[in-house]
């Protein structure tokens, strides 16, 4: 199963846990990107540019969906950067391998503050986060694509683990 949503979401926290609760395996689209490219994302940004990188995505998400096809490993757990499932192609890809999507979703404000946290932490550098305005503007646009995904699920106030109890029940999977 796929994890969709923005920027601080929670699709790889999430996802650890989901796959830890299922005895799945998990991987983050991003990581596979960086390992393919030697580079981390930050880098692929800035040296770059963004074309570039959502081309690295799709082929990484490509060779990833082909994984999965011919090893026949349907037990994963895998979570897209944010903007990963708005490009067409990525979205078309995955509706061919008939994998299921959950789109985790919150307020713009806790999104933001979630973020906001893990970059004064040094977590994570988000290349695309800029400004508490274009923030929501690129949520905004983004949206509509999150919400083709199989299904929703409200991730406002509540624990990761709450998150993946739901999420199992919403899509009738059995815990290990
Ligand atoms: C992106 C989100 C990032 C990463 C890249 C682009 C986006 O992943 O893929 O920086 O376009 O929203 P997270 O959603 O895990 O931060």
Redesign the pocket.
């Given at each position: 199963m796929i994890l969709i949503?923005?920027?601080?979401?929670g699709?790889?926290s999430v996802g650890r846990a989901l796959a830890a609760n299922l005895g799945w395996a998990f991987e983050?689209?991003?990581e596979r990107?960086e390992r393919r490219a030697g580079r981390e994302?930050?880098d692929i940004?800035r040296e770059s540019g963004?074309d570039t990188?959502r081309k690295l995505?799709h082929t990484a998400l490509k060779e990833l969906l082909d994984d999965l096809g011919s090893l026949k490993e349907k037990e994963k757990v895998i979570?897209?950067?944010?903007?990963?499932f708005?490009q067409k192609s990525n979205a078309a890809l995955i509706a061919a391998a008939k994998i299921p999507t959950a789109f985790l979703d919150a307020d713009i404000e806790e999104l933001w503050e979630r973020?906001e946290r893990q970059s004064r932490h040094l977590v994570?550098e988000?290349?695309?986060m800029g400004d508490p305005q274009r923030f929501r503007n690129?949520y905004r646009e983004?949206r509509p694509h999150y919400l083709k995904a199989s299904l929703r699920q409200e991730t406002g106030g509540k624990t990761v683990e709450q998150i993946a109890a739901e999420l199992i029940e919403a899509l009738g999977l059995r815990r290990k």
């Open positions: 949503g923005f920027m601080g979401a699709k790889t983050d689209l991003d990107v994302i930050v940004f963004e990188f995505e979570a897209l950067g944010g903007g990963a708005v973020c994570i988000r290349p695309l690129l983004r």
